[in-house]
């Protein structure tokens, strides 16, 4: 059914009919809304959960670890300051392998303060072992919502969905919601093989030495790489039960004849392909790809798109702060890797709800691949009058750094 809904209504639609048994979550900007409408649910009979309205971040990723571990699918969602206060509980919950689903209403993080949206909330949180899926548009949250699920339970492994706060939580996008059947057909009933029984007393999370500790991440690592095929898989089986593909691990666009690639992920994507097709009326050889998973890091899915390319452009939406662009590096290193040595420009733009506009994609392009920028700075511009705009970082393939 085709509804007109608000990013954050239509994920909490899509959460509802995955049928979480315990809802727990603190309210933060912008990812209030999508708990206020589940609570709503619950207190009209729509979803039968115990939604618990906890005292703190903290406090709502411990209750959604204890409940998987009592054998219940759960759910939260935060953002940037709450996610912050989450670490040390998001952390646990990926070394005990428990398939939590959450979303992270992206949200830049203080301080100064600022409730706009940008990257660098999740991006902090790209080491603690969950499963990241950055989405485009309101329709892919509601899917990607529903094969988190999926892909969570049957890899034991933790999954945040990201999308980008206020631009999708907050606008009204034409959405079609799967009916209840449709989504039972695709993800089973949950059933998670390590749950307490009182009746069987285990013991879940215990201490580890240093001479078993190290096998313990091994296996975590080993999980989390097997889970690229997984998330394919299951976003063909939706496409072909459902009719609509999220873009599986990354998703190209205009990339034939391609000499020169915009990569990026999340809601700026719309913008960048715009920018493509104008270039390519141009007469410009320009493509697009978007990096829909960004952990694990579909390492060899990117070279496949990008190998025969001359020059890639990373537009990201945060920064480690004295090293850079984040998706830069790690596509310079698997690059690398692989004895790709295209060219890779960082350019980190966005943050904190700056626009990202397509008059902005533009320009930046024009001065990398027409004016030749040198490396004078790793921002995007305030500007887009060409003669105004800073050049960008930027570092070949024989000059890698990983």
């Given at each position: 059914m085709k509804k007109l809904l608000e990013?954050?209504?239509a994920m909490a639609e899509a959460v509802r009919l995955c049928r979480p048994q315990v809802v727990a979550a603190y309210p933060i900007t912008p990812q209030t809304h999508i708990i206020e409408r589940l609570a709503q649910h619950v207190a009209n009979g729509e979803l039968e959960a115990e939604f618990i309205n906890a005292e703190s971040e903290f406090g709502a990723a411990s209750i959604v670890l204890g409940?998987?571990?009592?054998?219940?699918r759960a759910f939260t969602a935060t953002a940037s300051q709450g996610l912050l206060l989450?670490?040390?509980?998001?952390?646990?919950?990926a070394g005990l392998r428990l398939p939590v689903v959450m979303v992270c209403a992206n949200r830049a993080v203080g301080?100064?303060?600022?409730i706009c949206s940008d990257h660098q909330d999740?991006?902090?949180?790209?080491?603690?072992?969950?499963?990241?899926l950055y989405v485009e548009s309101n329709q892919e949250a509601a899917d990607s919502m529903i094969q988190a699920y999926r892909v969570a339970e049957v890899c034991e492994l933790p999954v945040m969905v990201c999308m980008d706060g206020f631009l999708l939580t907050h606008t009204f996008e034409p959405v079609v919601l799967p009916t209840q059947v449709m989504v039972d057909n695709f993800l089973p009933t949950f059933h998670f093989a390590r749950s307490l029984d009182p009746t069987q007393p285990v013991t879940l999370g215990g201490a580890s030495e240093a001479d078993n500790y190290q096998e313990y991440r091994i296996a975590q690592h080993d999980a989390m790489d097997n889970s690229l095929s997984v998330i394919e898989a299951f976003d063909a089986d939706f496409r072909g039960q459902m009719g609509r593909s999220c873009g599986g691990l990354v998703q190209g666009y205009c990339l034939e004849g391609a000499q020169t690639?915009?990569?990026?992920?999340?809601?700026?994507?719309?913008?960048?392909?715009?920018?493509?097709?104008k270039l390519r009326h141009q007469g410009q050889a320009v493509g697009a790809l978007r990096l829909r998973c960004?952990?694990?890091f579909p390492s060899d899915a990117l070279v496949q798109h990008l190998s025969g390319v001359h020059r890639i452009i990373v537009l990201e939406k945060a920064i480690s702060i004295g090293a850079?662009?984040?998706?830069?590096?790690?596509l310079r290193a698997a690059l690398q890797q692989a004895g790709i040595m295209t060219s890779v420009d960082s350019v980190v733009g966005g943050l904190g709800g700056r626009d990202l506009t397509p008059d902005v994609i533009e320009a930046i392009f024009q001065e990398i691949i027409i004016a030749g920028a040198t490396v004078t700075s790793r921002f995007a511009p305030n500007h887009i009058t060409l003669g105004e705009i800073a050049p960008v970082e930027t570092d070949r393939g024989d000059n890698v750094h990983g």
């Open positions: 990013g954050s209504q409940a998987v571990t009592a054998g219940t989450m670490t040390e509980v998001l952390y646990n919950i301080a100064p303060i600022n999740s991006m902090a949180l790209r080491d603690a072992g969950w499963i990241q690639v915009l990569l990026g992920m999340g809601s700026l994507m719309g913008a960048v392909r715009d920018v493509v097709d960004f952990r694990p850079g662009g984040i998706v830069a590096a790690e």
